[in-house]
């Protein structure tokens, strides 16, 4: 694609939530700094809240490279669960078998069983539950029980749930209050502001490889910071759509007009007509043709 234009090891505006390109937005170091806070103290219920694309499933993974040796995870990326699926998950996550026809109290006493053991070797449980607003009341409730499990001292289990803000929404149902109750820490996770914007997109270049001169301006970020309201996700959409079509003009800088194109290209920016969205996607297309007949010459693959 555009790799060898930019000079670039690696595509640096990805979706996947790669922690080699976190770049420690001041939102997501203070949720990093209450999370490792909450759990060392040994909370029971700790919530990260945030919209869609602000760097939720990031800041899970970070967490879970970067916590003490001591702690034991189990990690949940999809919790669309009823309670059994949910229990079961949770067991094959610490290594507990169940049967088949394991009841829910035989689980809960072959989980304690579990804990315990793990707790008398000095260390800690931490379950960490991604995408939770997909979660049923019903297995909100289970978690809430899951938290009973504890000593004399200190919870056996510590819940650490990541969800948009829908699971705010679930949450105030009177039904689960008991497990609303029972959060001591929690963090809403914000979107970047225009400066912000600028030095996130200079950071993912430079990790991907990039060391030439500037290739968004202050300007051009502004126009992305405004289309895309400053979520990360939506900017590496139109950073990623900004590079193929500057390489496809064989330019070095991105323009204005390469960010007008990438918006209208763009239906979580703005609503454009079928029409726009066509005509643009066609040039994108066109654009990568190029770029793998290009790939063809330089190897050797296609004649000259």
Do not use: W
């Amino acid at each position: 694609m555009y790799l060898y234009h930019f000079g670039v090891r690696e595509l640096p505006f990805t979706l996947t939530p790669n922690t080699q390109y976190y770049y420690g937005l001041p939102c997501h170091k203070e949720a990093l700094e209450v999370l490792l806070h909450a759990l060392k103290a040994g909370e029971g219920f700790i919530k990260v809240t945030g919209e869609v694309g602000t760097g939720k499933t990031l800041i899970c993974r970070k967490i879970l490279n970067e916590l003490p040796d001591h702690f034991v995870t189990a990690y949940i990326p999809n919790p669309y669960l009823s309670p059994d699926e949910l229990r079961r998950a949770v067991a094959a996550e610490l290594s507990v078998e169940l049967s088949v026809h394991t009841d829910q109290q035989e689980f809960t006493h072959r989980i304690q069983e579990r804990l315990i053991e793990i707790h008398r070797g000095g260390n800690s449980v931490v379950l960490i539950i991604d995408e939770a607003q997909a979660l049923p009341l019903e297995s909100l409730e289970v978690l809430r029980l899951f938290t009973n499990l504890e000593t004399e001292s200190r919870k056996l289990l510590q819940v650490v749930l990541f969800g948009q803000p829908e699971l705010d929404e679930k949450l105030s149902n009177e039904e689960i209050r008991q497990l609303r109750q029972r959060i001591t820490f929690s963090y809403g996770l914000k979107k970047m502001n225009q400066d912000q914007l600028y030095f996130y997109i200079i950071h993912r270049l430079s990790v991907a490889g990039y060391n030439g001169n500037e290739v968004f301006s202050r300007k051009v970020c502004a126009m992305i910071h405004k289309a895309s309201g400053g979520t990360p996700r939506l900017v590496n959409v139109l950073c990623h759509k900004c590079l193929m079509l500057t390489y496809g003009k064989g330019k070095r800088k991105v323009e204005k007009a390469h960010v007008r194109l990438a918006i209208a290209d763009t239906d979580a920016c703005e609503p454009n007509s079928k029409k726009k969205r066509l005509s643009v996607m066609m040039l994108l297309l066109a654009f990568v043709l190029l770029s793998i007949l290009g790939v063809g010459y330089l190897t050797g693959v296609l004649p000259r």
